[in-house]
């Protein structure tokens, strides 16, 4: 079974910068579509972004409120991917899950058990 | 683009049905047949119940239904159990290859 695992939360201050990892076991990295999703507390989950495979042509979709201080990459041959976080801001506050994309059209069957990452001052 | 609109909350009965609503335009819900339904439980990953409208992913219990009419897609759960209780939120594939969430829906059993 495909299994993602985040990495990488903690607290931040304002201002701050964090990176998160996710490796991901049970396929063949290079061919996967990956999915940032964000739990924010009390108010719901939201997109934050997907990178699609390198044979699609590795593409980068962001989400508005995270476009120009959020850069998603990936090491394929590290099986990982990456969600760095610049110029955070208190609203950022959230658990930030991994999701495998099988289809092309968000079809996200298998989530990671996220991380939490709080910015405060 | 504006998240989908779902009903804050809804409550059922054990052994009742509810429906779940989720609103869209014809750039998202009404224009794609990618709408999603995921049920999430605090401090736990969400669960993929609906996906392509109206499809269940293997393990997924037969109480659960998904449907789509116009720029609005429902998800139905019949046989209300106690541990159906949860948040659910739909999504929708949108132009610009981007995904819509809305706004999540607190069920009370």
């Known amino acids: 079974e495909v299994q993602p695992v985040e990495s990488g939360g903690g607290l931040v201050k304002p201002g701050g910068s964090l990176r998160l990892s996710c490796t991901v076991s049970g396929l063949t990295f290079s061919d996967a579509w990956m999915v940032w999703v964000r739990h924010l507390p009390g108010r719901g989950l939201e997109w934050v972004g997907r990178?699609?495979?390198?044979?699609?042509?590795?593409?980068?979709d962001y989400a508005a409120p995270v476009k120009g201080r959020f850069t998603i990459s990936r090491d394929d041959s590290k099986g990982t991917l990456y969600l760095q976080m610049n110029s955070l801001k208190t609203e950022d506050t959230a658990v930030y899950y991994c999701?495998?994309?099988?289809?092309?059209?968000?079809?996200?069957?298998?989530w990671g058990q996220g991380t939490l990452v709080t910015v405060s001052s | 683009q504006s998240a989908l609109t779902q009903p804050a909350s809804v409550s059922g009965s054990p052994g009742q049905s509810i429906t779940i609503s989720c609103a869209g335009t014809s750039s998202d819900v009404g224009g794609y047949n990618y709408v999603s339904w995921f049920q999430h439980h605090p401090g736990k990953a969400p669960k993929l119940m609906i996906y392509d409208v109206s499809n269940r992913p293997s393990g997924v219990s037969n109480r659960f239904s998904g449907s789509k009419f116009g720029n609005t897609a429902s998800l139905t759960i019949s046989g209300l159990q106690a541990e159906d209780e949860a948040d659910y939120y739909c999504?929708?594939?949108?132009?610009?290859?981007?995904?819509?969430f809305g706004g999540g829906t607190k069920l009370t059993v």
């Open positions: 990178i699609k495979s390198k044979g699609s042509g590795g593409t980068i």
């Open positions: 999504t929708s594939f949108a132009s610009s290859n981007t995904l819509l």
């Open positions: 999701v495998h994309d099988r289809s092309g059209y968000y079809f996200l069957h298998y």
